[in-house]
């Protein structure tokens, strides 16, 4: 979801290197960047996460 969506950045535990360098860039300009991604990740649980959207998967898990 995090890269499909644009709702965040995502890294590998073994990849120590981006980590570390995402971590020292991060900074005001990323700002937006940021602000834009929080954006489309409330975006995002409004539309795929809502309760009942959760339960009616469960139903179908269930009784299938």
Do not use: M, P
């Not at 709702?7 to 300009?29: C, H, P, R």
């Not at 489309?40 to 409004?46: F, G, K, P, Q």
């Not at 309760?51 to 898990?61: P, S, T, V």
Request: aromatic content about 14%.
């Amino acid at each position: 979801y995090v890269k499909q969506h644009n709702v965040g950045w995502a890294f590998t535990w073994e990849d120590e290197k981006s980590i570390k360098t995402f971590f020292d860039q991060l900074g005001e300009n990323l700002r937006e960047e940021i602000k834009e991604k929080g954006f489309n990740a409330r975006r995002l649980v409004e539309q795929c996460f809502t309760k009942e959207l959760i339960l009616a998967r469960y139903r179908k898990e269930i009784l299938n």
